[in-house]
């Protein structure tokens, strides 16, 4: 049972994003009101992400073999 209720309207907040990576709820909405909370960042992932995409943009280079006759 989720802990996190809204201040101005006390209704239970939904989670309105989370994180790509671990699926951790960064930040949490209210369907009464419309109020949310204050978006969290994981920095861990932010870092990972960055190295993920560094890492998949790698140059293939490719070997040519002359064949001397
Ligand atoms: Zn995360
Ligand atoms: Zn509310």
Redesign the pocket.
Known sequence: MPETLCRSCGTELRPKSS?E??G?TLNMVCPGCGNFTDDMV?L??VLARRLLALSSSSSSSSMTTTAAG
């Open positions: 994180c990576l671990c951790v994981h861990d992932c």
